[in-house]
């Protein structure tokens, strides 16, 4: 039996969420970029990087392992590789204020990247791939994780889900790629978990290697790669070439992103590029259109580009509202210090 559920309207998510953050320490203006991101996070249909995950934000803070005042130290090495230390920042906070030094630097040198170690929490990668595309540039984002997922053939975690983002400029919306190298994220795991519902077969193993369907058990077991084998290769490049720019933690040493004590150790990877001279972005626009417009296999299903899915249910969220998982929603009200007045539907 599914768990109720609330339909939540954005302004009442962003200003409880952005209240909660405030209460826990965080200056007004990171408040709102923390909320942010978990909001869009939500509205766009992905629940699991949404606001399920802000009491472990408001835990972390309160446990010294995320300081919501932080914006990070960044030192140049070279002229256009920046140097990170979140100094342990709420992720957002940290990655957008590297974003903005690197998109700078990259109008003058084309090309710029940051490599962020002891930074919470990025979320939602495509909020970062759009932001840079909706300014002209194209951005090239990655984030390791604690050790989810089995290599091709095993039965134990032993990488991360080592998701990647790509935004590149064109209208009317940006081009925008978010994926993890996983099958599918820890936090979709989490999220079937309090909305008691089963898991697709083929999604994750338990405690013991078996393949299961019950998410309770396949929180503590182990994701499948994407694609097989070569999910697994590439998930496991990226694991190895953020360590090695951001000189962090490695498979099962990796913590801090899904517990409330531990301090993050993962890294981040940013890349920001300028489009060449004169541009394609006219033609890159109507080579997305084109591909919307192809024939499809199933007529009752167009065709889409990546972020089309997420970007109509952002708009049906914006005019209907959210569901949120009732007790999901009841957590965060009562951190807001709110009474619980709603009803389930």
Not at 30 to 53: K, N, P, W
Not at 178 to 185: I, N
Not at 249 to 264: K, N, P, Y
């Amino acid at each position: 039996m599914e768990t109720p559920e609330y339909r939540i309207g954005w302004r009442e998510a962003m200003e409880t969420a952005t209240r909660v953050l405030e209460r826990a320490g965080a200056p007004p203006a990171h408040a709102r970029i923390q909320a942010d991101l978990l909001v869009e996070a939500e509205a766009r249909g992905r629940s699991s990087h949404g606001l399920l995950r802000l009491p472990r934000v408001v835990e972390r803070i309160r446990n010294g392992v995320a300081d919501p005042r932080t914006r990070g130290a960044a030192t140049w090495r070279g002229d256009a590789l920046l140097c990170v230390d979140g100094e342990r920042g709420l992720g957002p906070v940290v990655a957008f204020a590297a974003l903005d030094q690197i998109a700078e630097r990259a109008r003058r040198t084309g090309v710029a990247a940051a490599a962020i170690h002891h930074n919470n929490h990025l979320g939602m990668l495509a909020l970062y791939a759009e932001r840079i595309a909706e300014q002209g540039q194209v951005l090239l984002a990655m984030t390791t994780s604690e050790a989810l997922v089995h290599p091709w053939g095993g039965r134990r975690a032993m990488l991360g889900t080592n998701p990647v983002a790509i935004g590149v400029p064109a209208s009317p919306v940006p081009f925008v790629l978010d994926m993890a190298t996983s099958l599918v994220s820890m936090g979709q795991i989490h999220d079937h978990a309090h909305r008691q519902r089963p898991l697709p077969p083929g999604w994750a193993l338990d405690e013991l290697g078996d393949p299961t369907t019950d998410a309770a058990r396949a929180k503590h077991g182990a994701i499948a790669p994407f694609g097989g084998a070569k999910g697994y290769a590439l998930g496991l490049a990226f694991e190895v070439m953020i360590a090695s720019l951001t000189a962090s933690a490695l498979g099962t040493q990796v913590q801090g992103t899904l517990d409330s004590t531990l301090a993050c150790n993962k890294g981040d990877v940013f890349i920001v590029m300028e489009p060449a001279p004169g541009g394609v972005g006219d033609a890159i626009s109507a080579y997305l259109d084109a591909i919307r417009s192809c024939a499809s296999a199933d007529p009752d299903v167009p065709v889409a580009v990546p972020g089309d899915r997420a970007l109509r249910c952002r708009a049906r969220s914006i005019d209907e509202g959210m569901l949120i998982a009732a007790q999901v929603w009841d957590r965060i009200r009562s951190l807001a210090g709110l009474s619980h007045d709603q009803e389930g539907i």
